[in-house]
């Protein structure tokens, strides 16, 4: 951010910030908001749902998780990424940059890699 202009993200994304961890009352604001999947019952309802049967219930779970998916991906780009403008780039690249964040934040993902 310079002074109090964010930095506005190019659509090509070659100048997306580095991904980094939300800090401790990130984290309790993500969580109070029923934004991690991990404490989210329908959230994680809808993951568990293996068989990938389309009824009534499992539809309205389906479309819970990806209005939290997309609200959580905004949630991470308005807080944790507080100095950047990403209403112009691309979207995909934020969800990568968002769901990155979260992996790095909760330790997902550092097992495999110890193990490679």
């Not at 993200?9 to 109070?32: C, H, I, W, Y």
């Not at 909760?106 to 097992?111: K, L, Q, R, V």
């Amino acid at each position: 951010m310079i002074g109090n202009k964010k930095t506005k993200v190019l659509n090509d994304g070659s100048n997306f910030p580095e991904v980094r961890k939300m800090t401790a009352g990130q984290v309790r604001e993500f969580r109070e908001k029923k934004l991690d999947p991990s404490h989210n019952k329908t959230l994680l309802k809808a993951s568990k749902n293996k068989e990938g049967a389309f009824d009534e219930e499992n539809v309205e779970d389906l479309v819970v998780a990806l209005d939290v998916s997309d609200t959580m991906v905004w949630w991470i780009l308005d807080n944790v990424y507080r100095d950047y403008d990403f209403y112009e780039a691309d979207y995909q690249a934020c969800s990568v940059l968002a769901a990155d964040t979260y992996t790095g934040t909760f330790g997902f993902g550092e097992a495999e890699q110890k193990n490679s």
